[in-house]
């Protein structure tokens, strides 16, 4: 009997091993699929966040020289000084 029981249990270990072979290889195909998917995703977030970088950059510079255009003349001899001796 001990050998009967042996051999029950030997051959369900083997047809379960080689059923979650199976699954293992579908699951690793789904996971690479999510994992494709989450690295475009990722990579699109990327691409979203330097453009939204790029824009604030560009609106830093124009605000920056739309403020030195409208500087007063009393702000602009404060900043680059008065040089009497030049006139």
Do not use: I
């Not at 072979?21 to 691409?47: F, I, R, W």
């Not at 979203?48 to 605000?63: D, I, N």
Request: net charge positive; proline share 1%.
């Amino acid at each position: 009997m001990a050998k009967k029981k042996q051999k029950r249990h030997q051959q369900p270990q083997v047809k379960s091993s080689s059923v979650k072979e199976e699954g293992n290889a579908l699951s690793d195909q789904l996971s690479m699929d999510v994992l494709a998917k989450l690295k475009e995703t990722k990579q699109q977030l990327v691409t979203a966040e330097q453009e939204r970088e790029e824009e604030r950059q560009a609106q830093l510079a124009f605000e920056k020289k739309q403020k030195e255009k409208n500087k007063t003349f009393e702000e602009l001899l404060d900043e680059y000084g008065f040089g009497g001796s030049k006139f």
